[in-house]
Every structure is written in structure tokens, then in C-alpha cells.
């Protein structure tokens, strides 16, 4: 949430946006305990080239040539001053791209009338360099230094930026209240975020009055909020509100709300919030988007709920409802996501479901749902993903799936009534991209039921009782992104019959404790390989060799291995410029 909103921008211009709002990806820091994460888009490096017809290479543009050279020899010069300002704005995202923007360089950038400054996860964003961003004045429209250093004297800098209209301040430890003053003159604010902040509490919450043209305010796990709702009351424009995981959010702040008729988009999940402040949300007709995941909510919060006839998506995770909270659902037939996971909800639930043909997403994730309930999903024709994860499905209520034409994903993860003989019923959903089989219930012959879905992008066999035998089945999943085989039966022989997958992502084989350095030669193919995960396997410091074509790897999980730190780092340093994420321990 919160970075949906437009920003103005000079007629000439063409913008690219990626869906949340900013024009400069990152990559994600977190990485999963089962395997790293891959890296989010960003902006495209300039020194790539797209393909033409027949995968012949088109030639750069005077613009990209232009930029390169400038990267390249930016220590000879002393200004910018003089340069067009578009192409100082991708001499700026290239070499942030790249990593190579750094107190000295930044300096060039000074008055020089830059709209974007996104610099989150950046390392040694400090103070000093908000002066020189600051100095971008009027013309500065977005700025993002999330988990910087900055403090409240350098916020202090931005005064003179009085038409920006995105800031993000995400993890920015040292920000406190005294900071947020800045905020008072930045009316043009449409977008603001200041997620993970533990030292902004109600009382720096009054600097939001003045943001009259706000439109995304985010303050997800801002922990010392609550009281603070007052200050929005006059925020109209508002159309999304993230306070999820703001622990201390209670009734009394939400109830402030209620004015703000324009909201689409609310977010109170792990709050506070009961019964009598979901009460209090029945005039925001416009509410397209409500989740009140882990909320101490009863049935009778979906009285309420059921009110709000316009809503596409809910989220109502953990908030353990009996069926008859869920028969209060049965009217938002607008909804396209449901979340009813760890909820209390049984075959009789189900029925209440059956009506909400719009769906396209629902999780019953752990709901003590079985075949028959499952049968009241097979109405649901415009269902794109069904998670049925640690539910009590069997093989045959599988075959209520078989008309979900459109469905596209499907969770089957830690299902003890699904066996390898059900895995034929699923062979016919063509459709699927994405199949989760983490049980041990499944084993080689299931994966050889599967091989005419030749569209799977994403398999996860993590817990899957897989051997090397089964591994020659998965040559037929050509179009494979992401990969998960992580059940301890597979040998070099078995990553040996992966070798042709060459579209993979993100590859996990860990805890197969019988992969060797051997091994890691069949993997030097997969040029697209973005995460790897090799942990508690026997690869050593003398396989590292055959991972050094890799060069899209940002992510890497050796845990468990014989491999140093020393051996990992020449990797990165001589063959591997992209590796950000490694795991060792």
C-alpha cells in the first residue's frame, strides 16, 4: 500500500510505473527461512539491451550511450550545471543501480532540479546528503530513503521542497516527532509512508494537518500511534490507510475515521480493534479493500462488515469466526479476494461461499474444511488461486476443482488426504501455473501424474518425498520460474536431469544432504538464476567454480555447507557483481 497515487508530471514526459508507485525497484532484503527471496524489479539497468526479432540485440539509444559514458568517467567532472535535466535524472538511476553513488558523486547533483530521488536500502544515506537533495527545491517530486540514517535535522533540509508528492521514511530509526515538522509545509503530499518508525507516536501525528491533498498515508508497525487518530480527521482526500501491525491501535482511534468517506483502502490488521470499532466503519461506503487480519473480532463484527457491499477484497485471517460469521459474508457479492484462513470455518460455512461467483482468490488455509465443503467451491468459475493448505481435502474432493477453468494456483501444502493417485484428478486443471505439493504424502509417482502441465511456472515439492527418479519427470515443465525439492532424496544424478531448466528463477534443494560439488556443474546453465539455495547439502569451497556464469544470482544460501566466507566473497567479487544476500549460517 501507498505508493498507488499519481504524480504530476511534465507534459513531455512518459512514465513507467511498476504498480506501487515508484519508478526505482530494490532489491528485497529479507530472505526466507526456506530459500532467498527474489529480487524485486527495478529500474532497468541501462547498460541492458532488449532483443529485437529472432533474439537479435538492438542497438542503445544516444540517450543510453550518454548515460554510460557519464557513469563511467564521473570523477572527472566537478557540476552538472548546464546539463538537460532528464538526462541527469538516469545518470542519478544508474548510478544508484549500480552502487556507485557516494557522498563525493552526489555532490555533482547539487541544484540541479531532479524530480526523483529514491534512494531506500541505500547504504550511507545520511544528513549531509539531504542538503544536496534538498537543493533540488521546488522541482523535487518523489523521495524515498527508507532505512537511512537521515535524522530530524536532516528532514529539515527538504523545507524548500514544496511540491514533492511521494516521501517515503520506511525504518528510519532516527526520525522522531520533532522531525515530522517539516511535514507542516509540504502540502502537496499525496503520498506518505513512514512504516517501522518506533519513535513517532500520537503527538507528532498534529504535523499531519496541513496535508490537505494526502492520498496514501502508511504507518504499518508504528507502534506508538495510537491517539493519535485525531490528526486525521480532517485528511478527506484520503483514499488508503495502512496502521497494520500498529499493536496499540485501539476503538477510540478508529472511530475517528468515520469522516473519511473517500477511503478505499484500510488496513487495521493485528490491532486492537473489536467489534465496536469495526461498527464504526459502516459509512465508508467506498471501502473497496478491508483487512482485519488477527483482529479480536466476533461474529458479530460481519454484521458491519456485510454493510460494506462495494468491497473487492477481504482479509479476515486469524480471527478464528465460526461458520456463522461467514454467513454474514454472503451478500458482498462484489468480493474478488477472500481470506478466510485460520478461521473456524467447517463444511456448513462453506455454503455461504457458494454465491460469490466474482471471486478470484480465496484461502482456507487451515479451516477444518473436507471434501464435502469443498464441493461448494466448484460454482466459483472465475476462481484464479485456492489455497487449501492443512485443510482436510482428500483425493476426491479434488475432483470439485476439475471445472475452475481460470484457475491459475493451487495450495494443496500439508494436505494428508491428498495422495499421489489424486494428483491425476489435478493433471486436468491445464490452467495452472502454480502448484504447491509440500507433503510427504506425495512421491515420485504423483510428480509423474503431473507432467502434462506443461504451463507450471511454479512447483513447490519442499516437503515431497521426491528421488532422483522423479526428477526426470520435471524435463516436461519447461517454463519453470521457481523450484522447491527440499525432501532429503535427491543426489547429483537428480540435479543432473534438471539441467535443461534453463528459465529457472529461483532453484531450493536444500537439506538434500547427498548433493555434491558435482552437482553444481548442472547448474551452470541456469543463467536466469536469481536465488539459490544450497543449504545442508555437501557442496564445499571447490564447487563454488561452477556457480561463477551465474551472474543474475543476487541471493545465495549455503547453510550447513563446508564453504567459507572467504571462498564466497572472492565469488562475489571476481565472477558474481550482483550477489547481495548471502547466508552462511
Known amino acids: 500500500m501507498g505508493g498507488a497515487c499519481s504524480r504530476k508530471r511534465d507534459q513531455s514526459e512518459q512514465e513507467t510505473d511498476d504498480g506501487q508507485g515508484s519508478r526505482s525497484g530494490r532489491l528485497s532484503r529479507s530472505i526466507s527461512l526456506r530459500w532467498p527471496v527474489k529480487a524485486s524489479k527495478g529500474v532497468e539497468s541501462l547498460a541492458s539491451q532488449g532483443s529485437g526479432a529472432h533474439g537479435a540485440r538492438t542497438p542503445p539509444s544516444l540517450l543510453e550511450i550518454s548515460v554510460r559514458q557519464i557513469v563511467k568517467n564521473i570523477r572527472q567532472y566537478k557540476t552538472f550545471a548546464g546539463v538537460p535535466r532528464d538526462l541527469i535524472q538516469q545518470v542519478l538511476d544508474e548510478l544508484v543501480k549500480k552502487q556507485l553513488l557516494s557522498p563525493a558523486s552526489l555532490e555533482l547533483f547539487s541544484d540541479c532540479s531532479l524530480q526523483d530521488v529514491l534512494l531506500a536500502d541505500y547504504p550511507g ?131 475517528h475515521l468515520a469522516g473519511l468517506v473517500n477511503l478505499e483502502e484500510l488496513q487495521i490488521s493485528r490491532s486492537k480493534v473489536n467489534d465496536s470499532g469495526i461498527a464504526s466503519l459502516k459509512g465508508l461506503t467506498k471501502l473497496r479493500s478491508l483487512s482485519m487480519e488477527g483482529c479480536p473480532v466476533t461474529a458479530h463484527s460481519m454484521e458491519s462488515v456485510a454493510g460494506l457491499t462495494d468491497l473487492w477484497h477481504l482479509n479476515i485471517n486469524s480471527c478464528y469466526l465460526p461458520d456463522s460469521g461467514c454467513q454474514k459474508l454472503e451478500g458482498l457479492v462484489n468480493l474478488r479476494t477472500l481470506n478466510l484462513g485460520y478461521n473456524n470455518l467447517t463444511n456448513s ?42 485443510s482436510d481435502i482428500g483425493n476426491d474432493g479434488l475432483r470439485f476443482l476439475t471445472g475452475l477453468k481460470k484457475l491459475e494456483s493451487l495450495n494443496l501444502s500439508f494436505t494428508g488426504g491428498v495422495l499421489d493417485s489424486g494428483l491425476r484428478t489435478i493433471a486436468t486443471i491445464t490452467s495452472l501455473t502454480s502448484l504447491n505439493l509440500d507433503s510427504k504424502q506425495i512421491t515420485d509417482t504423483g510428480l509423474a501424474a503431473l507432467t502434462s502441465l506443461t504451463g507450471l511456472k511454479t ?84 564447487g563454488l567454480q561452477h556457480l561463477r556464469p551465474l551472474t543474475s544470482l543476487t541471493s545465495l544460501a549455503l547453510q550447513g555447507c563446508k564453504v567459507s566466507r572467504l571462498a564466497v566473497d572472492h565469488l562475489q567479487a571476481t565472477s558474481l557483481p550482483n550477489l547481495a544476500v548471502i547466508r552462511l549460517k
Open 125 to 255: 544515506v545520511e544528513d549531509s546528503w539531504l542538503e544536496i537533495i534538498g537543493s533540488q527545491g521546488e522541482s523535487l517530486l518523489a523521495l524515498d530513503i527508507s532505512t537511512s540514517s537521515v535524522s530530524d535535522e536532516g528532514l529539515a533540509s527538504l523545507e524548500s521542497c514544496t511540491n514533492l508528492q511521494s516521501l517515503n521514511l520506511n525504518s528510519c530509526d532516527l526520525i522522531s516527532d520533532e522531525g515530522l515538522t517539516v511535514l507542516t509545509g509540504l502540502s502537496n503530499l499525496t503520498t506518505l509512508s513512514l512504516r517501522s518508525n518506533n519513535l513517532i507516536t500520537a503527538a507528532g501525528m498534529r504535523h499531519f494537518t496541513n496535508l490537505v491533498n494526502l492520498k496514501c498515508l502508511d504507518l504499518e508497525r508504528c507502534p506508538l500511534i495510537q491517539g493519535g487518530f485525531v490528526y486525521l480527521k480532517g485528511l478527506t482526500t484520503l483514499e488508503k490507510l495502512n496502521v497494520g501491525w500498529c499493536i496499540g491501535v485501539r476503538n477510540s482511534d478508529i472511530k
Open 349 to 390: 460455512g462453506m455454503v455461504f461461499l457458494k454465491g460469490l461467483t466474482n471471486l478470484e482468490r480465496l484461502n482456507l488455509d487451515s479451516c477444518k474444511v473436507s471434501d464435502e465443503g469443498i464441493e461448494h467451491v466448484k460454482g466459483l468459475a472465475n476462481l484464479r488461486m485456492l489455497d487449501l493448505s492443512d
Open 459 to 542: 512447483l513447490d515439492l519442499f516437503g515431497a518425498r521426491i528421488t532422483d527418479y522423479g526428477m526426470t519427470c520435471l524435463r516436461h515443465f519447461k517454463k519453470l520460474q521457481s523450484l522447491e525439492l527440499c525432501g532429503g532424496g535427491i543426489t547429483d544424478t537428480g540435479v543432473s536431469k534438471i539441467k535443461d531448466l534453463t528459465s529457472l528463477t529461483s532453484l531450493n534443494l536444500s537439506q538434500n544432504l547427498r548433493i555434491t560439488d558435482n552437482a553444481l556443474q548442472y547448474l551452470s546453465g541456469m543463467k536466469n538464476l536469481v536465488s539459490l539455495n544450497l543449504a545442508n547439502s555437501r557442496v564445499t569451497n571447490a
